[in-house]
């Protein structure tokens, strides 16, 4: 909460923008001591990418532990992880040439058209992905059926940096993407502003002034499925249970997912 | 969620004093805001250049960023009513994020100042509700026409009418429902618009109080009144007031902008007393509480007394949470929860959390104390007894008698803690006065050494306990009778009583006692929402008093405040409460004899009243209709029910069903709502109303925030229903809309053509919602006033707008409601959506003061109540917090006739009221249906396995369905989720579930099905199993102090389903 870290990230982005694409590199630190479940996260997500009805590209997963009244109740966020060594690049490229694209700055991106147009191309890289991080838009609406199929539905949107409609992602398996189309425009991520416990961070790693760099300087953090050499993009601060919220290792989600 | 709970958490994660490093609290104290990169953020060309760079390049170009595409208003998915930017592309509203000029979505706040250019592409926090207000505004079952009921109350047939001839039937009335074979005559508005002289109605209102108070007969005010007696409801009992209240209008989730134009319209306008807001089943008991403790006495008159208090989150270091938390409900999770996380995270902050179930806030809690329903004083109490034990209390602070004494030792509140109490014969009674020992007039008494002292102006410190005789008066100090009540049971009993265990009581009580003034006790619904809510709320706040946080930063604040809408401080540039020619002076007992007492009105014959009054409290929502079926004190002839639903949110709801659905209890019903809801289904014509998105509000701001604020409610985009025609202007259907034409038909004063005073119209909605925004941008004082909106802001605030037809937005029509002197200036505001207070240092500062302080007096005993009888027994309420036992409204225990199970009810964080879940598809995703919440014990006991069904029954409800007249039954049957984090034989429903109405039925629409959605149908809501009362027979049990419905104090049985 200290110093509007909101503005200190904008700021971060400023002058992450101002350098070229190659020499940035995004980041995402998500403070699970701060988490409360509230799902603010993928609903922003799901508003602004239009993801596919039952999808979003953030899940938030709640986990009960111990019994009563002792009990613990955790909350575990997460996305597309933008792996610098993507095992979802690697499968679905081997079906579909061009399917998935890493960019400069360290974002995943799916080539829409391509997915669209092999479906076994995205299946390839949805089995790879160690982090079910990867949806299928199978079509369909919320509001199909009801008495009106609603515009912010069939609205146009933007995705891997272009515009599209569902009818453009019908077919096609998608992802997070960083909200590259916020960022290049100044914005942080949508899941990044909405949250209420203020536990999401986001920023250019190259830059040793950013927020992010200082998180990842000064906190121990960890990171999911480390073991399988994904180098994910994505770092975690904390996990403790209710009496000791402080902590800072992940003991205990991660014995059942590292 | 996984069921891996037997996993033993190991713990051997390093524990974190102030987090590792980066010390946020040296950040936020540096004082600049943002540091030496902040000045590049700010920069206005900088924004421009990224711009256009932005827009020049077609594949990066993202529409949502610019200020032109951006509307701020105000959410109100539930009644925290965050400030928010609604992003338009092509007309539609398509996202939504939080107001980064608002201090409760963004801390620090974006300097007010800040061009809209730049804050176009800052999106602050926002909840998951919020968020999905796309599909509350896009719902596919709204209503665009009005509707007229073609078959009986309930059945959910309709026929469209025309807006005029519907306002034309329900002004007129007449055989309304003839064509499907009503006979009735229905009584219209016009009938009971009896009482329309202004001047008659102002002395008729001052006698009618005379009367009622026993200071004027009957006989001399009918003879007085001889010529207008035919206008009264009862002339032998002209305290009942006049016919026109006759006409309620009950509105559910009505705010602030809406409220005082609804009073002036039905109170000014029409002359009835009879509005509603739904305070009593939301939390009205703890409201009361707060107002009782902040009274204070001036010319023999207690009053002026605060609606609450919240801790002061971003400084406390703990804080325990009654019946509430900082992340689901509440007022509310986005402002509240970033200050207790940051607190957690870096060790600042350690909170308890009391609550049957373990919610989100009570897994982040250091103890999670699983009380009794209902069992919230008696923890408390015990807390109480361990700190009172210890003398862990505040001595000097409580000793201070007065406000001078509390300055001489740098407190901006004190207490009555030392004021002698009256004995009387059955118990305490009113406070001592000098003029009773004959050393003075009405100035309160304390002791020195024994010695009566009186508490005039000059500084006052008196003896904390006393107990004995002052010239032959009994008396006791009223800390003395605290802690009477306090030690009148041991720490074993106090624990039986609330369900927590002595050593967590006596640690909780250690822990509170352990910050000085840094720690707080907070609490919403669930420790009030029961008959016994009153005394469980004061029993909180004296837990409060016994450290003295009020006023410190860390302890408990009445927040920041609000700039006056209604121009009632600087009295211009408009003083709507002046404004209003030809007013009525409404007066009459209110139909649920709130802020009356039985004792002063004419309907007084001894104990037991027929049904409860309540002098302390308002918004008596439960007990509306149930005394209309009563006629007690009177019937009602009219309802207008606005933007709520009665009938399912209120605890045993169907009984409201059951006398709406019958047309010879109240001949007209009519609401105003978006949908056709479970209580707007029983009405006799639906009038669409706008959406939250569509229309205008003033919300003020709960005191979570420390900084000034004032929320404006504003059209983002062109409201969906009808257009229609009143004072011979083309308008959007709505409540605006309906009170004009009604005041048209009527020619009701403060409406239409010089409606707020000579050239000043009154034709349209924006007549008057922007004219309280012009007063918003002048401020409270000189020299408060935003700056003129520039060339650029005045094109932002056009173009914004491009979407909206002339109907919805015309800028020269909305100048000449705003006020030509004043237009520049409310355009600065709604480009904001607002004004707040911007962020300074002092706000940073961890100690001393809050930056608003209440700096009032603060009541341990409350002679107000305690003066008070029990309209059903007779018997005096206690002028402190007391353990209660739950009781009827005949004041007798409960029988649990062997339903053993208690149920409670909750929010989910993804539902406010009726209108999220499971509607918002988007959230539903994530939570498609709710389910009946038992502990592993319970479960195992009943033999239930997760995923089974079961039924939920009570002594008032053996059949554990609702039972909706002219439709078909609907079971309050749902899957059993078992858990760990209950405590056993508790079952936890939560609400958002179980509709029949908002598009989960088929509706028929001029002989057409318009089919309903099955996913709305899912989960049950668990009100109709709450006890009816067994002495009212016809309305749940009510707090007889605060009035709060009794939501959480009914057993139950789970049967196999």
């Given amino acids: 909460m200290a110093t509007n870290e909101i503005l200190r990230m904008h700021d971060d982005l400023e002058r992450a923008l101002a350098k070229p694409r190659e020499e940035r590199s995004w980041i995402m630190v998500v403070d699970v001591r701060k988490c409360v479940g509230d799902h603010g996260c993928t609903i922003s997500c799901i508003a602004e990418n239009v993801c596919p009805p039952g999808t979003s590209y953030r899940k938030v997963f709640e986990s009960e532990w111990e019994s009563y009244p002792g009990v613990d109740w955790f909350f575990m966020p997460t996305n597309c992880q933008h792996c610098d060594n993507p095992p979802c690049m690697k499968a679905a490229n081997a079906v579909a040439k061009g399917a998935v694209k890493k960019r400069k700055d360290g974002i995943v991106i799916f080539d829409t058209k391509v997915m669209a147009k092999n479906a076994k191309a995205g299946a390839a890289a949805i089995k790879a992905c160690p982090y079910t991080a990867i949806v299928t838009d199978k079509g369909g609406y919320y509001t199909a059926g009801t008495p009106k199929l609603e515009k912010y539905e069939t609205r146009t949107f933007f995705e891997n940096g272009k515009e599209v409609t569902r009818k453009n992602t019908k077919g096609a398996t998608r992802k997070c993407t960083f909200c590259v189309h916020r960022l290049e425009s100044g914005m942080l991520p949508a899941c990044v502003s909405t949250c209420i416990g203020r536990s999401m961070y986001f920023g250019d790693a190259n830059d040793p002034s950013s927020l992010v760099s200082e998180l990842l300087k000064n906190e121990k953090t960890w990171q999911f499925n480390e073991k399988l050499g994904t180098k994910p993009r994505v770092y975690y601060i904390g996990y403790g249970g209710r009496a000791n919220i402080t902590a800072v290792t992940a003991k205990t989600c991660l014995e059942c997912h590292q | ?1057």
Avoid at chain 2, 308 to 331: C, L, Q, R, W
Avoid at chain 2, 935 to 952: H, S, V, W, Y
Wanted: positive net charge.
């Fill in chain 2, 1 to 1057: 969620m996984t069921t891996d709970k037997k996993k033993k958490c190991t713990s051997n994660s390093v524990k974190n004093k102030k987090g590792n490093g980066l010390s946020r609290r040296t950040l936020l104290q540096t004082g600049a805001l943002l540091g030496a990169s902040a000045t590049f953020f700010y920069k206005v060309e900088r924004a421009h250049a990224l711009l256009e760079k932005i827009s020049s390049s077609a594949s990066t170009a993202y529409p949502l960023a610019s200020p032109e595409n951006v509307i701020y208003s105000c959410c109100l998915q539930c009644h925290t009513a965050c400030p928010i930017k609604v992003k338009i592309l092509d007309g539609v509203a398509v996202k939504i994020d939080g107001n980064p000029y608002s201090a409760q979505n963004m801390i620090p706040n974006m300097a007010q100042t800040t061009k809209p250019v730049i804050a176009a592409r800052v999106d602050a926090k926002l909840c998951p509700k919020g968020q999905a207000g796309i599909q509350s505004l896009y719902d596919p079952y709204r209503l665009v026409k009005v509707l007229k009921r073609k078959g009986p109350r309930g059945s959910n047939k309709w026929e469209t009418i025309a807006f005029n001839k519907a306002i034309d039937e329900i002004v007129g009335g007449g055989k309304l429902f003839a064509s499907i074979g009503e006979d009735r005559h229905v009584t219209g508005l016009q009938d009971l618009y009896a009482l329309r002289d202004a001047k008659t109605a102002k002395e008729m209102a001052a006698d009618a109080k005379e009367v009622a108070s026993g200071k004027m007969s009957v006989a001399a005010f009918k003879s007085k009144h001889a010529a207008s007696l035919d206008t009264l409801i009862d002339p032998e009992h002209p305290d009942l007031g006049p016919k026109n209240n006759q006409f309620i209008m009950q509105c559910g989730r009505i705010e602030h902008g809406r409220k005082e134009l609804a009073k002036r319209w039905l109170n000014g306008s029409f002359g009835s007393v009879n509005f509603y807001e739904h305070t009593t089943i939301c939390e009205q008991s703890h409201h009361i509480a707060y107002d009782q403790v902040t009274n204070s006495y001036k010319d023999g008159k207690w009053g002026g007394g605060k609606e609450h208090m919240k801790p002061d989150a971003s400084h406390s270091e703990f804080i325990i949470y009654f019946g509430t938390g900082f992340v689901e409900a509440n007022f509310g999770p986005p402002p509240m929860a970033e200050k207790v996380t940051d607190g957690l995270a870096s060790g600042r902050l350690k909170v308890a959390v009391v609550d049957p179930r373990l919610s989100k806030s009570a897994s982040r809690a250091w103890k999670w104390l699983p009380v009794k329903p209902g069992g919230d004083a008696a923890l408390a109490l015990g807390m109480m007894r361990w700190i009172m034990g210890k003398n862990r209390y505040d001595t000097k602070y409580l000793t201070a008698a007065n406000k001078s004494a509390a300055e001489k030792i740098g407190e901006p509140s004190w207490t009555n803690a030392t004021c002698l109490v009256k004995i009387e014969e059955d118990g305490p009674g009113k406070l001592l006065r000098a003029s009773d020992i004959g050393m003075g007039k009405d100035e309160f008494v304390v002791t020195q050494g024994g010695k009566a002292v009186v508490v005039g102006k000059e500084a006052v410190v008196g003896d904390l306990d006393f107990s004995g005789e002052i010239e032959g008066v009994k008396v006791k100090t009223a800390f003395t009778i605290l802690k009477d009540e306090v030690m009148s049971k041991s720490m074993a009993q106090w624990s039986e009583l609330s369900g927590i265990d002595v050593a967590d009581i006596e640690a909780v009580a250690n822990e509170f006692t352990s910050h000085g003034k840094k720690a707080g006790a907070e609490m919403y619904r669930g420790p009030v929402q029961h008959t016994n809510g009153y005394y469980n709320g004061q029993a909180i706040i004296s837990l409060n008093m016994l450290i003295g946080n009020i006023d410190h930063k860390g302890g408990m604040s009445t927040g920041g405040g609000h700039w006056h809408e209604d121009g009632s401080k600087l009295k211009k540039p408009f003083d709507i409460g002046g404004m209003h020619p030809g007013k009525l002076a409404a007066f009459g007992h209110k139909l649920s004899r709130e802020k009356s007492s039985y004792e002063k009105s004419t309907l007084f014959a001894g104990y037991p009243a027929k049904r409860p009054w309540f002098p302390f409290s308002g918004n008596v929502y439960q007990e509306i209709i149930p005394s209309a079926a009563d006629q007690y004190p009177y019937g009602a002839k009219a309802i207008w029910l606005h933007k709520g639903t009665p009938g399912y949110s209120t605890p045993a709801g169907q009984t409201a069903l059951k006398i709406l659905a019958d047309p010879g209890i109240i001949p007209l019903v009519f609401a105003t709502d978006i949908v056709v809801g479970e209580t707007s289904m029983y009405a006799d014509y639906i009038f669409p109303d706008a959406a939250i998105w569509e229309r205008w509000g003033t919300p003020h701001t709960t005191p979570d925030v420390p900084q000034k604020a004032s929320k404006v409610r504003q059209p983002t985009v062109e409201p969906m229903t009808e257009v229609v025609t009143v004072f011979g202007e083309k308008q959007h259907c709505g409540w605006e809309a309906v009170l004009l034409a009604i005041g048209e038909r009527l020619d009701l004063s403060g409406t239409g053509k010089d409606g707020f005073g000579p050239g000043l119209d009154f034709t349209a909605r924006e007549d008057y919602f922007l004219k309280f925004v012009a007063n918003l941008a002048w401020g409270d004082k000189e020299g408060e006033a935003v700056a003129d909106a520039d060339r650029e802001e005045l094109m932002i605030f056009n173009k914004a707008r491009r979407h909206i037809s002339k109907i919805a937005f015309d800028p020269v029509r909305w100048e000449k409601a705003a006020g030509k002197e004043n237009w520049a200036k409310v355009i600065t505001l709604l480009n904001r959506g607002g004004r707040w207070e911007d962020w300074n240092d002092k706000f940073a500062m961890a100690d001393g003061f809050v930056v608003h302080k209440y700096n009032g007096n603060m009541n341990i005993y409350v002679e107000n109540v305690a003066k008070q009888k029990h309209s059903l027994t007779g018997k005096r309420f206690s002028g402190i917090a007391i353990h209660e036992s739950i009781k009827d409204a005949g004041g007798r225990d409960l029988d649990n006739q062997g339903f053993d199970l208690q149920l409670i009810t909750y929010k989910d964080i993804l539902g406010g009221q009726s209108r999220t879940l499971p509607n918002n598809y988007w959230l539903s995703s994530i939570l498609p249906e709710n389910y009946i919440l038992i502990n592993t014990a319970t479960a195992a006991k009943l033999g239930f396995k997760a995923g089974d069904k079961a039924r939920i029954v009570s002594a008032t409800n053996k059949k554990g369905v609702w039972e909706l007249p002219n439709r078909d039954n609907v079971p309050m049957v749902g899957k059993v989720k078992i858990v760990e984090g209950i405590r056993p034989g508790v079952v936890a429903v939560s609400w958002h579930f179980g509709h029949w109405g908002y598009g989960a039925s088929d509706t028929s629409i001029d002989g057409k099905v318009v089919k309903g959605d099955v996913r709305r149908r899912t989960g049950l809501c668990p009100n109709a199993a709450m006890l009816i009362d067994p002495v009212l027979k016809n309305a749940c049990m009510s707090d007889p102090i605060g009035a709060s419905s009794s939501f959480s104090d009914t057993s139950i049985r789970l049967e196999r389903a």
